[in-house]
């Protein structure tokens, strides 16, 4: 079946450690995205990239990395640094053009212990 | 960057109810997008509607982009239909979306 793919579901991390949430996709999209989502608001962007090998901050870049070695995958690590991490993560993709329908993953629920 | 405003932030409805969710933002768009998030967290796609009028079984869309709004409407409620329902816009090339705060949906049995 076609469709983005993110791993764990769940995740638990004691504070000081960097973790790395995964996000596959296999629709062929050029563009992927990565959301972070608190509870009770909507979803804040955090990263994306348009193209193999090139990636941009978005809204709320501090404290996360990224890389795009893959067109098929974009992971996402929450580092130490990362003040507040404890979220709900959604990855999206998208064909990259400028008017098209962004796709998202089931998520990864990250809680700090 | 734009501003996404959805309203009302909560809505009860007794099921079979019709009701309407409005979004209004603060600048031109060239992507607007409906999703509904399921109480696990995932969102479904619903319309893609930068403009114009969709219809998809008992739920509905009209985009007014000149006016810089959006209404989702929902006819004969189910309690499936239970749940926070999103508008998210794009303005600027690269497909970025800017999310609303959400409609939480309840229609009750």
């Known amino acids: 079946d076609g469709g983005i793919t993110q791993s764990p579901k769940y995740l638990f991390r004691k504070e000081g450690q960097n973790v790395t949430l995964s996000c596959e996709q296999n629709?062929?999209?050029?563009?992927m995205y990565w959301y972070r989502q608190d509870p009770g608001q909507g979803l804040r962007l955090i990263y994306y990239?348009?193209?193999?090998?090139?990636?941009q901050k978005g809204d709320i870049a501090e404290g996360y990395s990224v890389s795009r070695e893959k067109k098929e995958s974009f992971p996402l690590t929450v580092t130490s640094a990362q003040k507040n991490p404890t979220a709900f993560y959604l990855c999206?993709?998208?064909?990259?053009?400028?008017?098209?329908?962004?796709?998202f993953g089931q998520g990864t629920r990250l809680t700090v212990v | 960057g734009i501003q996404v405003e959805q309203s009302p932030p909560d809505l009860i409805l007794q099921e079979g109810a019709n009701s309407t969710l409005r979004c209004n933002f603060s600048d031109s768009v060239n992507n607007l997008q409906w999703f509904h998030q399921n109480p696990w967290g995932q969102l479904i796609n619903l319309f893609y509607i930068p403009s114009g009028t969709k219809q998809n079984g008992r739920l509905s869309a009209t985009t007014v982009a000149t006016e810089r709004y959006s209404l989702l409407y929902i006819s004969s409620s189910q309690t499936t239909d239970s749940g926070v329902y999103f508008c998210?816009?794009?303005?600027?090339?690269?497909?970025?979306?800017?999310f609303g705060g959400g409609t939480r949906v309840l229609v009750k049995p």
């Open positions: 629709l062929n999209h050029d563009a």
């Open positions: 999206a993709s998208s064909i990259y053009l400028r008017n098209t329908e962004a796709f």
């Open positions: 998210a816009v794009g303005a600027a090339a690269g497909n970025k979306l800017t």
């Open positions: 990239s348009q193209i193999v090998n090139d990636f």
